[in-house]
């Protein structure tokens, strides 16, 4: 079983910018596409941003388009989540996540098998 480790959450100012970094255990890394979802307190988990297994495609949700970049390193079995221009409601605990070997949709949670224990980021206004 895959295990996936986020870092680089914290606390920053509206306007500010942070870098999540999501490692992964195994050898079959470049093999899947992955995602980042978060969660904000008494909401459900919303998809943000996926990456395909070459890093050729990326996907985002309209509330962070323009904003964040979804990429990674296969070489590092890393997939990254710059976030600038943060803002309040962007405020959630992060979660990368992996994907089924086959699935219907980067942008649901049912497509992927699994996650990271999460980040928190926190953006005050």
């Known amino acids: 079983q895959v295990q996936l480790v986020e870092s680089g959450g914290g606390l920053v100012q509206a306007g500010g910018s942070l870098r999540l970094s999501c490692a992964a255990s195994?050898?079959?890394?470049?093999?899947?596409?992955m995602g980042w979802f978060r969660q904000a307190p008494g909401k459900e988990r919303e998809f943000v941003a996926a990456?395909?297994?070459?890093?050729?495609?990326?996907y985002y949700a309209d509330s962070v388009k323009g904003r964040f970049t979804i990429s990674r390193d296969n070489a590092k079995n890393t997939v990254y989540l710059q976030m600038n221009s943060l803002k309040p409601e962007d405020t959630a605990v992060y979660y990368c996540a992996r994907s089924q070997r086959t699935y219907s949709s980067y942008y649901e949670r049912s497509s992927y098998a699994s996650w990271g224990q999460g980040t928190q980021v926190t953006v005050s206004s």
């Open positions: 990456i395909s297994w070459s890093g050729g495609n990326t």
């Open positions: 195994g050898r079959t890394f470049s093999f899947y596409a």
